[in-house]
């Protein structure tokens, strides 16, 4: 899992570094640098990679997979490998589905500032946008394919994950009631997402977190930057619209994440919203900007240590 993390970073700079040359963003090197590091050690990525189970791991291997997908995916410009690795990512992370529609906005309207036009446009001559869908497709086909047969086998449904089947858990009451998602569950997730502060504890006195979660203003506070860009680019509507769009099916889902270091169904579009970072203009140099970043970096040292476990590292050593 440390490996994949590790891979994921350098997949999101590689990315980052790809938009810069290609025109998409105006960053140098070294802020897309920064913002990788910010993606290794300042975001729940940093407490999830070190974890070394299966629900964290999922979650690295979607960064991986989703920074390989938006490379190939922006412009449309490898439609094949673009539908390998969404299939890829989603696979790791069902939720990851959604993404596709930074895929088809890339294809239907691509043009900043004229998108209902470009896709009324396509609309009329569908020929080129079609044949970029279809070899999307093909490129997703086989592991969707594969995987519909391993839950047809396994569960007798091709769309069965095995969720359904989850037994003795603590939220099998609220399954039984409401299903697996359900807006009733919507109040509990923002508070584990948004609105969750560390608590201070007096016997033994120490600072603690609630293992359901902790505001991502704190395991990610450059969030505060996207809701006041500085500029707009051509990539941002897209990337706002894949944040919002794949962030509900976690905030309507029955397990908040429990137990967990921050509210890590957030690592699904970490990697959009870092990229928004990337392409709202906002310059590294200011002081806010980079005490927003040192936030981040304690935060998430404090939740690695916490998280992995602080007495067993001192053990170890």
């Known amino acids: 899992t440390a490996w994949f993390g590790a891979l994921g970073v350098l997949l999101f700079f590689l990315l980052l570094r790809h938009w810069s040359a290609s025109g998409e963003s105006d960053r140098g090197e070294a802020d897309d ?4 590091l910010v993606l290794a050690f300042g975001s729940v990525l940093f407490s999830c990679a070190i974890r070394g189970e299966v629900w964290f791991t999922a979650q690295v291997m979607g960064v991986a997979f989703t920074c390989l997908y938006l490379r190939s995916a922006t412009g449309a ?75 047809l086998h396994r569960f007798g449904s091709v769309g069965e994950f095995g969720h359904r089947f989850l037994y003795a858990n603590r939220v099998n009451a609220d399954i039984d009631t409401h299903g697996l998602f359900d807006l009733s569950y919507l109040p509990r997730n923002l508070q584990a997402a948004l609105l969750e502060l560390p608590r201070l504890q007096l016997e ?5 977190y609630n293992p359901h979660g902790l505001t991502l203003l704190l395991t990610l506070p450059l969030i505060v930057l ?17 944040v919002l769009v794949t962030a509900l099916p976690g905030l309507v889902y029955q397990n908040t994440g429990y137990m967990q270091f921050g509210f ?12 928004l970072v990337a392409l709202g203009g906002w310059s590294f140099q200011k002081l806010g900007v980079r005490l927003l970043m040192a936030l981040g970096f304690v935060v998430n040292l404090w939740g690695a240590l916490a998280f992995r476990g602080y007495t067993e590292w001192v053990r170890r050593w």
Not at 226 to 242: G, I, Q, S, Y
Not at 264 to 275: C, E, I, K
């Open 204 to 208: 033994p006195f120490r600072l603690d």
């Open 33 to 36: 640098l920064l913002l990788a």
């Open 226 to 242: 996207v809701f006041w860009p500085k500029v707009r680019r051509r990539l941002t509507l897209p990337l706002v619209l894949t």
């Open 264 to 275: 890590r169904f957030s690592l699904d579009y970490t990697p959009h919203l870092l990229a």
């Open 77 to 151: 410009a490898r439609p094949m490998l673009a539908g390998l690795f969404f299939a890829m990512a989603t696979l790791t992370r069902t939720p990851l589905l959604f993404t596709g529609i930074f895929f088809v906005m890339e294809v239907l309207c691509p043009e900043r500032g004229r998108r209902w036009a470009s896709l009324r446009e396509t609309l009329r001559a569908p020929k080129e946008a079609g044949g970029k869908l279809l070899r999307f497709t093909l490129g997703a086909l086989p592991l969707a394919a594969l995987a519909a047969g391993y839950n």
